[in-house]
């Protein structure tokens, strides 16, 4: 039995060369603002979430003279909605502790790369980084 001719079935040479019927375009990630310190969208939305709980902690701080104790402490800040307190956030997986005098927060993707770093933060409001490992206090800081 003699091969079909591929130039009769151009789909199939589409697939030869793509691996896939359908190939996703990848579109670079387009800064949100002006310095924006994301490398993909997840990162954009993780660094909206680690600055949402930052300045919802401050507000609950200055009013209460304690940071939050929980999540679910924050929702009545104004900022934080009760589905903020999910520790499942697309991506990436959210971890809460409350510590003496503070809180830490870190935010660890599902699948550590260049565009899918760890976050950490906690009562100094500073956000750190890392692309290796769980972020901490001692990664580097994000800009």
Known sequence: MKPPHLSAMP???LVLLTGSLLAPAQTPYQP???????RSESEANALGYMRTVIRAQRQYNKANQK??????????????????ANPERGDYT?????RKDGYELMLTPKQL??????????EDGAIHAD????????SPKVK
Do not use: C, Q
Request: aromatic share 14%; no cysteine.
């Open 11 to 13: 789909w199939i040479t």
């Open 32 to 38: 949100k603002f002006p310095g924006d310190p994301a």
């Open 67 to 84: 940071y939050a104790a929980t999540l679910a402490d924050l929702v009545h800040t104004g900022s934080f909605t009760r589905r903020m």
């Open 94 to 98: 959210v971890t809460f502790h409350p």
């Open 113 to 122: 790369a260049a565009d899918h770093r760890s976050f950490y933060a906690n």
């Open 131 to 138: 692309e290796e490992k769980p972020a901490t206090e001692d």
